[in-house]
T-cell receptor
Framework: EPEVTQTPSHQVTQMGQEVILRCVPI?????FYWYRQILGQKVEFLVS????????KSEIFDDQFSVERPDGSNFTLKIRSTKLEDSAMYFC???????????FGPGTRLTVT | DQQVKQNSPSLSVQEGRISILNCDYT??????FLWYKKYPAEGPTFLIS?????DKNEDGRFTVFLNKSAKHLSLHIVPSQPGDSAVYFC?????????????FGTGTRLTIIP
């Protein structure tokens, strides 16, 4: 069964460093998303991406964040200068279209020290 | 800003019995609701969904009920099995189409007792 994959599973970085989280969405899906879950809190929407551009973003997704689909398969989330409060599980998701369910990857645990 | 609420942080149910997980929402623009199941160190796994034009959707052991007037939905699992032990999240999406973000509840940890 097709699935969303994410790498790395765990990333440790120092405050102020740049990180890139990678995702491979399901191949025939057209809509891509990033969510995050801070420990003990709920899953929060960050950004949605369609047709090579951001279609919606939350107030969390400020200028420190960017997304890219550099080729036909990868979807990346970049955090330019990480802060301690960026420590969270980051989930990538994809869907066939907006009317269908979103399928999530296993997540990347980001730890900022 | 808790637009989607799951008021029970945990629930324990005997194996073979019915598990009922509840979710309330406040945003009347929500038109599509989903339940996800999450094991530790894994991403949320889609279980079942329901559109606001329906009041019930069934898939095997899982049934979701929607009461729009009460802004309430529930997930029924019958019969409950040990593998159902996980955290269950209710999520919602609002109209218009194109607004794809999901708003999640805080989750209910379901434990099935053998």
């Amino acid at each position: 069964e097709p699935e969303v994959t994410q790498t790395p599973s765990h990333q440790v970085t120092q405050m102020g460093q740049e990180v890139i989280l990678r995702c491979v969405p399901i191949s025939n899906h057209l809509y891509f998303y990033w969510y995050r879950q801070i420990l003990g809190q709920k899953v929060e929407f960050l950004v949605s991406f369609y047709n090579n551009e951001i279609s919606e973003k939350s107030e969390i997704f400020d200028d420190q964040f960017s997304v890219e689909r550099p080729d036909g398969s990868n979807f990346t989330l970049k955090i330019r200068s990480t802060k301690l409060e960026d420590s969270a599980m980051y989930f990538c998701a994809s869907s066939e279209n907006t009317h269908y369910e979103q399928y999530f990857g296993p997540g990347t645990r980001l730890t900022v020290t | 800003d808790q637009q989607v609420k799951q008021n029970s942080p945990s629930l324990s149910v005997q194996e073979g019995r019915i598990s009922i997980l509840n979710c309330d929402y406040t945003n009347s623009m929500f038109d599509y609701f989903l339940w996800y199941k999450k094991y530790p160190a894994e991403g949320p796994t889609f279980l079942i969904s329901i559109s606001s034009i329906k009041d019930k959707n069934e898939d095997g052991r899982f049934t979701v009920f929607l009461n729009k007037s009460a802004k309430h939905l529930s997930l029924h699992i019958v019969p409950s099995q040990p593998g159902d032990s996980a955290v269950y999240f209710c999520a919602a999406r609002e109209t218009p189409a194109g607004n794809e973000k999901l708003t999640f509840g805080t989750g209910t940890r379901l434990t099935i007792i053998p």
